[in-house]
């Protein structure tokens, strides 16, 4: 198994940004897509990006296409995620997983989880 902990959350005002990072404590991360994933309190766990193992393809939920990116250095076992313009709306807890099949919108595919960062954006 690999075990994912994830950091950089915290308190920021609207408009700022945060990069959380994803750490992985095994080298067989390079066999992994990973991906981001947020949960705000009361609802649904909601898919954020994707990036597969050589960092050739991403994919984004359409509401964060062009304020997030996702990308990874495998050579540290790490993935990241940039946000940028950040809303209220984006206020909740943050999680990264890792999936032996191709990046993935469905969080079924995915085979780890980290325990989550929060992140929270006042206005």
């Known amino acids: 198994q690999v075990r994912l902990v994830e950091s950089g959350g915290g308190l920021v005002q609207a408009g700022n940004s945060l990069r959380l990072s994803c750490a992985a404590s095994?080298?067989?991360?390079?066999?992994?897509?990973m991906g981001w994933f947020r949960q705000a309190p009361g609802k649904e766990r909601e898919f954020l990006a994707a990036?597969?193992?050589?960092?050739?393809?991403?994919i984004y939920r359409d509401s964060v296409k062009g304020r997030f990116t996702i990308s990874r250095d495998n050579a540290k076992r790490t993935a990241y995620l940039q946000m940028n313009s950040l809303k209220s709306e984006d206020t909740a807890i943050y999680y990264c997983?890792?999936?032996?099949?191709?990046?993935?919108?469905?969080?079924?595919?995915?085979?780890?989880w980290g325990q989550g960062t929060q992140v929270t954006v006042s206005s």
């Open positions: 095994r080298r067989t991360f390079e066999d992994y897509a």
């Open positions: 990036i597969n193992l050589g960092a050739t393809r991403t």
């Open positions: 997983a890792a999936s032996l099949f191709a990046p993935s919108q469905d969080a079924g595919q995915y085979d780890y």
